[in-house]
């Protein structure tokens, strides 16, 4: 069967962004067709300035949130990352196939290291070592396919090269993972700036729709969404990004197509309060079932314990595998 892994990082409230691009499809078709797990990578939420009692709190808003979206831990692993030491304990050894110029050259890694500068901070090692860490992750459970947002296609194409070098040096050990995106929404993009991504964030600004906002507030975002400048409803992602980005949202929302969708609208208005409504909709089973799971949390740390140790019986063998061929 076909081993799947994902993860999700506890850095801020998850968004619509994140449900749209990973965990609805995790959630209808990766856990029913392969062998899935998903993880809350809670070690990569470590290399940014972070504050500990927020990350152990997210960590388990996550895993509500994901049990929430439909995991369902009879079919699927769901766990948390630093309860499994093999992890950390592969990363180590793929950093010594991994050189720091391909590190250096991660689209992320630039882009979070400049605004750490900006901020006048310093740049932890952790986030250029991060991509590393993220290859152990899906190669520590010989993983086939990485169901993500196409934000993240650089990350696994590294954990590409890094198995195969590994592989090519020192005999066969680990399997070489690909990459799988939705084929909708695989980029949500924020409604305030419709040419950056709709990311995690603390604030949760007015660009950013988060999966536990109330009705109203998803409502408000979504009409004072950013348009462009011209009036007709037309489908074109560079030219008319925002307008693009909430036609993408709608046609997600309602199984629909973008491009077919921009001839039924005349007005933006109409447009964004169609899409506002079918946010609401998507959304409305998620907050529901979250709601129920707060009110068990025995339930949740079950499902997490029980994943831990079915985790950790998968990754082990990897790791005494890898660390037997290179040498140790
Ligand atoms: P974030 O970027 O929000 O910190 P993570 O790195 O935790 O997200 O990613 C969790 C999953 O959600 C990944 O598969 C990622 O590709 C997906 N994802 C995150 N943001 C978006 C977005 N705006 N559009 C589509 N998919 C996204």
Redesign the pocket.
């Known amino acids: 069967m076909t081993r799947v892994f994902?993860?999700?990082?506890p850095?801020g409230h998850l968004?619509l962004?994140?449900y749209?691009?990973?965990m609805r499809q995790w959630a209808a078709v990766d856990q029913h067709q392969a062998d899935a797990l998903f993880c809350i990578v809670d070690l990569h939420a470590l290399t940014v300035d972070h504050d500990p009692a927020r990350v152990r709190r997210l960590s388990r808003q996550a895993a509500t949130l994901l049990l929430a979206a439909g995991l369902d831990p009879e079919l699927c692993t769901v766990f948390v990352q630093s309860h499994v030491d093999e992890h950390a304990r592969l990363s180590y050894v793929l950093e010594c196939v991994a050189t720091d110029g391909e590190m250096r050259r991660m689209i992320q890694y630039k882009e979070k290291a400049a605004r750490e500068r900006e901020r006048g901070g310093s740049v932890r090692l952790s986030l250029l070592t991060y991509p590393v860490l993220m290859a152990a992750d899906i190669l520590v459970y010989g993983t086939d396919e990485v169901p993500?947002?196409d934000?993240?296609a650089q990350h696994v194409e590294l954990t590409r090269d890094l198995a195969v070098r590994f592989n090519q040096r020192y005999g066969h050990t680990f399997v070489v993972p690909q990459a799988t995106h939705p084929a909708v929404?695989?980029?949500?993009m924020n409604l305030q700036e419709p040419t950056s991504?709709?990311?995690?964030s603390d604030d949760a600004g007015p660009g950013i729709v988060c999966l536990l906002d109330e009705p109203d507030v998803v409502r408000k975002k979504v009409m004072r969404a950013v348009t462009d400048s011209g009036r007709d409803v037309v489908y074109d992602r560079t030219e008319r990004p925002g307008l693009g980005n909430l036609l993408e949202i709608l046609a997600a929302c309602t199984g629909g197509n973008p491009s077919d969708l921009s001839g039924v609208y005349e007005s933006y208005g109409a447009l964004k309060s169609d899409t506002a409504e079918a946010v609401v909709e998507v959304l409305r089973p998620v907050q529901e079932r979250h709601r129920e799971l707060c009110a068990d949390p025995g339930f949740v740390e079950g499902v997490l314990g029980d994943g831990a140790e079915r985790a950790r019986a998968m990754a082990r063998p990897t790791v005494d595998a890898a660390y037997r061929a290179i040498g140790l």
């Not at 994902?6 to 990082?9: A, F």
């Open positions: 994902s993860g999700i990082k850095t968004t962004g994140n749209l691009g990973a993500v947002g934000d993240q929404a695989a980029r949500v991504k709709m990311g995690k």
